[in-house]
């Protein structure tokens, strides 16, 4: 399985950016999906996840009510819509396959496959 995240950019204070997570080697089905991110200096951290059918979701409350998380497993691509942004949101942001269908925790050791990061820089 590999995964190739894509869409971060720069954006301004109060933007909105759309990332995508391309699956390939397998069923983006058979997966419970994350997106994590990287501040410069920071450790990882956890933003959101969904179930392998999207019905089930779980936000950092760092982003809750800014950000969501969805996922088209037709076309094997999980998405994380992000308003609103802020300066703090500016990182690194990674996507991740889990090992388990219906887990939507942040323990990084439950995801499996990770994408090789793209950066998202909000500017004030």
């Known amino acids: 399985v590999q995964l190739q995240a894509s869409g971060g950019g720069l954006v301004q204070l109060g933007g909105s950016l759309r990332l995508s997570c391309a699956l390939s080697?397998?069923?983006?089905?058979?997966?419970?999906m994350g997106w994590f991110r990287q501040a410069p200096g920071k450790e990882r951290e956890f933003v959101a996840a969904n179930s392998w059918s999207g019905t089930m979701t779980n936000y950092a409350d760092s982003v809750k009510g800014r950000f969501a998380i969805s996922r088209d497993n037709a076309k094997n691509t999980v998405y994380l819509q992000m308003n609103s942004l802020k300066p703090e949101d500016t990182a690194v942001y990674y996507c991740?396959?889990?090992?388990?269908?219906?887990?939507?925790?942040?323990?990084?050791?439950?995801?499996?496959?990770w994408g090789q990061g793209t950066q998202v820089t909000v500017s004030s």
């Open positions: 991740a396959a889990g090992g388990h269908p219906y887990y939507t925790g942040g323990a990084e050791t439950n995801y499996n496959y």
């Open positions: 080697g397998g069923a983006l089905s058979s997966y419970a």
